[in-house]
């Protein structure tokens, strides 16, 4: 599934949504690629056999005009939110995603758009990529902090970059202030226990961030 919606666990359209429950609005999830840079322990796809039966596992990649030919078809005035996480890390797209927000805020400029993402772009491609962002196609970045130090960060994401994955995406998340105006970092409330998220909220303290738990998924 490349365009969906969320109605309690299940991932489906925002036309089937709103069959379901016609009041309210939606965010609805762009996805983009299988392809990850990390291996994360709590993460879906390490709980569960995948295959291309599964909803959100793309038998292939799809084309920017696959993808804006699902938004057309979109019934914005129940939109609340634009958010490109997918099954996959969306920036090992960095250009088709660039061009897919650009085209968002081109069509429904009153529209939210979100980012969930490792933060490692940086590693993937050798250059400082928040600058993509400029232009105000992108309102909110999230980024998956996971753990307050780099050890702790390493055994739960297993990047393939490595150490010095952890104070990369850290740098990425204060680059991105100069061109989101809401950069939040993240970590998931039943992975880590309180003393752990204490120190996670410190350290985005110290540093001008802003810290969201947020809930497991994993079943």
């Avoid at 990529?129 to 739960?156: C, K, P, Q």
């Avoid at 297993?158 to 970590?187: N, P, W």
């Amino acid at each position: 599934m490349i365009v969906y919606t969320v109605d309690k666990g299940e991932y489906i359209t925002l036309t089937e949504s709103l069959q379901r429950q016609p009041e309210g609005k939606r965010s609805i999830y762009v996805n983009l690629t299988n392809r990850c840079t990390c291996a994360c322990t709590f993460c879906l796809r390490q709980l569960k056999d995948m295959d291309t039966e599964a909803s959100l596992w793309l038998k292939e990649e799809p084309a920017v005009g696959q993808v804006e030919e699902q938004l057309e078809k979109v019934p914005w005035s129940y939109v609340k939110e634009v958010v490109f996480c997918g099954f996959g890390e969306p920036t090992m797209r960095l250009n088709e995603l660039v061009q897919l927000l650009t085209w968002v805020k081109r069509r429904q400029p009153e529209i939210p758009t979100r980012l969930n993402t490792n933060g490692l772009s940086d590693l993937a491609y050798g250059y400082d990529t928040s600058a993509v962002f400029a232009g105000g196609i992108l309102d909110t970045i999230s980024i998956s902090l996971n753990a307050s130090n780099a050890e702790r960060y390493l055994a739960l994401t297993r990047s393939k970059f490595g150490i010095a994955s952890y104070e990369a995406m850290l740098k990425f998340a204060l680059h991105c202030q100069k061109y989101i105006a809401d950069v939040v970092l993240t970590v998931v409330d039943q992975v880590e226990d309180a003393a752990e998220i204490e120190a996670c909220r410190k350290l985005c303290d110290l540093r001008g961030l802003k810290l969201r738990v947020r809930p497991y998924e994993g079943k």
